[in-house]
């Protein structure tokens, strides 16, 4: 079902880590104050890695690429969570999915090359997010139902759709954004 599955785990680290060709890369339920580090989660069946309900956790150095969903799927009261340096690259759907979520510090991430979104915010609050790259996707980032969040040095080119999306959104605020040949 995945590599590694955690559930009501706290204080753990996980590092150098190959989880691929699985269900999940990497599935965290109900976790909290874990170190996810140096992870390749590549080519598994749904998602390289699935985090729900799980806080205060950093997730750095991560590389999710041709999983045949979603890069990380990050939902349900996830909150609290530093995510830095992350790869979300040629994934059948997205590269970053996140839903119902807040609080969390997303940065360094690159999100290029995914059939459908590079990074989704639905229904999400208070998260800072800074230096996305978001490249080649139907949408580069797609934001819906969202509220003050921070967005900063953005960059969405080349993207089908839009590079930037926002929809029933309020109190966001963006800043240094480029986003070309939408």
Not at 148 to 154: P, Y
Request: charged share 5%; hydrophobic share 30%.
């Amino acid at each position: 079902e995945a590599g590694i599955y955690f559930t009501n785990v706290g204080n753990s680290t996980i590092r150098d880590v190959n989880a691929s060709i699985d269900y999940y890369g990497i599935y965290l339920s109900s976790s909290s104050q874990n170190n996810i580090s140096a992870i390749t989660a590549n080519s598994n069946t749904l998602r390289g890695l699935h985090i729900t309900g799980s806080s205060s956790s950093t997730l750095s150095q991560i590389n999710t690429r041709s999983n045949s969903d979603t890069g990380i799927y990050l939902i349900s009261s996830s909150n609290s969570n530093t995510i830095t340096n992350i790869t979300a690259n040629s994934n059948s759907a997205h590269g970053i999915y996140i839903d119902t979520v807040s609080s969390n510090n997303l940065s360094f991430i690159t999100a290029n090359s995914n059939n459908n979104y590079g990074l989704y915010l639905l229904t999400s609050s208070s998260n800072n997010l800074s230096f996305i790259t978001a490249n080649s996707n139907d949408y580069g980032l797609f934001i819906i139902s969202s509220s003050s969040n921070t967005l900063t040095n953005i960059t969405a080119n080349s993207n089908s759709l839009s590079g930037l999306y926002l929809q029933s959104s309020s109190s966001n605020n963006i800043s240094q954004v480029t986003a070309n040949s939408n």
